[in-house]
């Protein structure tokens, strides 16, 4: 799973999760990715003509998902996942300061495909947390714990740490318990009914930009030798 980051031309930042992203090309670097043409995302995209790919993490599971099913029509996302915008150096669009890496791209072409649409571009910047640099200045991003999603479920380090759109159910879970609690109390008394709810908590956000606060700029095939995409 990959977070996007699109502005349109009035200055509106949103994220959309999409799973269908990866690099099509070594030299120039390019990658693509596939949108449904229905998507929110998908005319930002088209009228800015560029994007930012943030590589997701466990600790970003909860806002990929909040991310991935939530309408950047209905709701400000960086607001209401407490994710933190850091400012693009080649284009005009916000980067996810809690992603171990972004990538800066420009769109090339469009190619209409059915479903969806695939938009090829070219990587204009690459930044890298630099805690993910040790001191021979080789890139371990296998330590950020890399999210990975398959057949609805997401994974960190072979573990499941989430399902596709559970990020909403826990809202609506505990809501239904709130009105089933209030429905029970027209029969039961409050001491009949402590212990019975369970609450969910969302995991919490930092608001900080990565593990050291500190993005290094990193040349795309430095980047591509370790098949992050």
């Known amino acids: 799973q990959r977070q996007m980051c699109i502005r349109d031309r009035n200055g509106e930042d949103n994220i959309i999760t999409v799973a269908w992203a990866g ?48 309408s950047g029509r209905d709701v400000d996302k960086f607001k209401e996942m407490k994710l933190t915008k850091v400012e693009a150096e080649e284009i005009s669009a916000p980067m996810i300061g809690e992603a171990p890496v972004s990538i800066e791209c420009r769109v090339r072409e469009v190619k209409e495909l059915g479903s969806h649409d695939m938009f090829l571009a070219d990587v204009l910047a690459v930044h890298a947390d630099e805690a993910y640099i040790d001191k021979n200045n080789r890139f371990r991003l296998n330590d950020a714990g890399l999210l990975v999603y398959s057949h609805g479920e997401y994974l960190a380090g ?10 909403v ?23 009949e009914m402590a212990g019975k709810l369970k609450t969910s908590g969302k995991p919490g956000m930092s608001g900080k930009p990565g593990m050291s606060g500190k993005l290094k700029t990193v040349s795309y095939t430095h980047l591509r030798a370790h098949e992050t995409l």
């Not at 072979?158 to 559970?166: D, H, L, Q």
């Not at 159910?169 to 709130?178: E, L, M, R, S």
């Open 23 to 70: 690099t099509v090309c070594t030299n120039p670097p390019m990658v693509s990715i596939s949108v449904r043409p229905e998507r929110y995302s998908y005319q930002m995209i088209k009228e800015s003509g560029a994007f930012v790919i943030n590589l997701t993490t466990e600790d970003l599971c909860y806002a990929t998902d909040y991310c991935g099913v939530r």
């Open 158 to 167: 072979g573990r499941k740490v989430g399902t596709f759109g559970y990020s």
């Open 169 to 191: 159910k826990k809202k609506q879970q505990k809501k239904q318990k709130k009105l089933d609690k209030k429905s029970d109390r027209e029969s039961d008394s409050e001491a």
